[in-house]
T-cell receptor
Framework: AAGVIQSPRHLIKEKRETATLKCYPIPRHDTVYWYQQGPGQDPQFLISFYEKMQSDKGSIPDRFSAQQFSDYHSELNMSSLELGDSALYFC?????????????FGPGTRLTVL | SQQGEEDPQALSIQEGENATMNCSYKTSINNLQWYRQNSGRGLVHLILIRSNEREKHSGRLRVTLDTSKKSSSLLITASRAADTASYFCATDAGSYIPTFGRGTSLIVHP
């Protein structure tokens, strides 16, 4: 079965550079969630999109922005990168079936900021 | 503050033993989910239990939910070395956005 695809899987950037992470949800899933997981930390919710509109916002820094496109894929744009942005970034998607939605997570993008 | 807090933070057992992990949360929830994460890898969904359910089974996994105590437990029976991973509970407190706890690191020795 198709799973959530994230690209790239690994990314190395310098401080103050920008990065774009991509997420391709499972077909027919209309909701996308982004999470950040620092070393040894639990995943922290950043932002979510439902039907291409931002639906919820968590602890996403102002330096980050995201959007969901007409084909439901999503991109997380990160600017002015800081050392503390080094983390695993997960994308998850869920079906359009109301509140009891199981989230399916992608393999993550490991971002290292040097 | 954390919505879900797992207990214990680390658990080390022998293969064949049972492993029990607990999760406590603070506010009313719609559902609670358990996830597994191998080191540095993605999160794998294990079980979703709804607020009106008390127990759920999936293979060697058994999840209970006590909404009066705001707690859940994940029991892995007859553990295997391949069960070694971190286990997270995630709750949604009305926003349908799962909030993760700190996780329990489980090590199963062969």
């Amino acid at each position: 079965a198709a799973g959530v695809i994230q690209s790239p899987r690994h990314l190395i950037k310098e401080k103050r550079e920008t990065a774009t992470l991509k997420c391709y949800p499972i077909p027919r899933h209309d909701t996308v969630y982004w999470y950040q997981q620092g070393p040894g930390q639990d995943p922290q919710f950043l932002i979510s999109f439902y039907e291409k509109m931002q639906s919820d916002k968590g602890s996403i820094p102002d330096r980050f922005s995201a959007q969901q496109f007409s084909d439901y894929h999503s991109e997380l744009n990160m600017s002015s990168l800081e050392l503390g942005d080094s983390a695993l970034y997960f994308c998850a998607s869920s079906r359009p079936s109301g509140r009891y939605n199981e989230q399916f997570f992608g393999p993550g993008t490991r971002l290292t900021v040097l | 503050s954390q919505q879900g807090e797992e207990d214990p933070q680390a658990l080390s057992i022998q293969e064949g033993e049972n492993a029990t992990m607990n999760c406590s949360y603070k506010t009313s929830i719609n559902n609670l989910q358990w996830y597994r994460q191998n080191s540095g890898r993605g999160l794998v969904h294990l079980i979703l239990i709804r607020s009106n359910e008390r127990e759920k089974h999936s293979g060697r996994l058994r999840v209970t939910l006590d909404t009066s105590k705001k707690s859940s437990s994940l029991l892995i029976t007859a553990s295997r070395a391949a069960d070694t991973a971190s286990y997270f509970c995630a709750t949604d407190a009305g926003s349908y956005i799962p909030t993760f706890g700190r996780g329990t690191s489980l090590i199963v020795h062969p």
